[in-house]
């Protein structure tokens, strides 16, 4: 037996076990900043649903201006475009996007108004014409027929304002609200406060 090539070879697996254990730690802390980067990293979505649309983006709990803008001109559209044959669907639409605190009392409201749109034979009509986003809120205006029966229409300005959240990537809304006038933003308040 030589001495010599047994030291060697013991030496040269001593630095062999040594260099393993020096890449098996790097491993490991690659692997902790992996799960740490995965586990703390908010995942953004962004859609682009159509060429001619701006992008929607949203993360976890929140979404940028024009995806809000999007939904909103979305949903003022298929309530202001209602009429007979299409009422389920509107009702179906808006209720999917309702939040859970005020689904029942969404759902009441449109059973109602569908029911009175069927009974009078009444159709809708919304074109929307300017949309804004301030103060976590949605105006969507624009111009709105009413058609009845008889096919008189009446015709107004309505405004749809709307609030969405979003929670576990879904967007859902919170506050609606209906009138027949220019957007109640802050340029309306402003203006309207100085003629006080």
């Avoid at 979305?74 to 044959?85: D, E, K, Q, R």
């Avoid at 008889?150 to 919170?174: A, H, Q």
Wanted: one cysteine or more.
């Amino acid at each position: 037996m030589n001495f010599n090539n047994f030291k060697i070879d013991f030496n040269q697996l001593k630095s062999e076990v040594n260099m393993h254990r020096l890449a098996t730690i790097i491993l490991s802390l690659a692997l902790l900043l992996s799960i740490y980067g995965n586990i703390t990293n908010k995942k953004i979505i962004t859609r682009e649903i159509s060429p001619l649309c701006s992008e929607m983006t949203y993360g976890y709990d929140f979404m940028n201006s024009e995806a809000h803008e999007r939904l909103g001109v979305m949903i003022a559209n298929v309530i202001g475009n209602a009429n007979p044959s299409n009422s389920d669907y509107v009702k179906n639409t808006v209720l999917e996007f309702s939040a859970s605190n005020i689904y029942n009392k969404v759902n009441n409201i449109l059973v109602d108004q569908i029911n009175e749109l069927k009974r009078d034979e009444v159709t809708l009509i919304f074109e929307s014409d300017n949309v804004q986003f301030e103060d976590d809120l949605v105006y969507v205006s624009g111009n709105s027929i009413t058609r009845g029966i008889t096919g008189k229409e009446k015709r107004n300005i309505r405004t749809y304002v709307m609030k969405f959240n979003v929670v576990n990537y879904s967007p859902s809304l919170v506050f609606i609200d209906v009138y027949d006038d220019v957007p109640r933003n802050a340029q309306w308040r402003a203006k309207n406060a100085s003629k006080k």
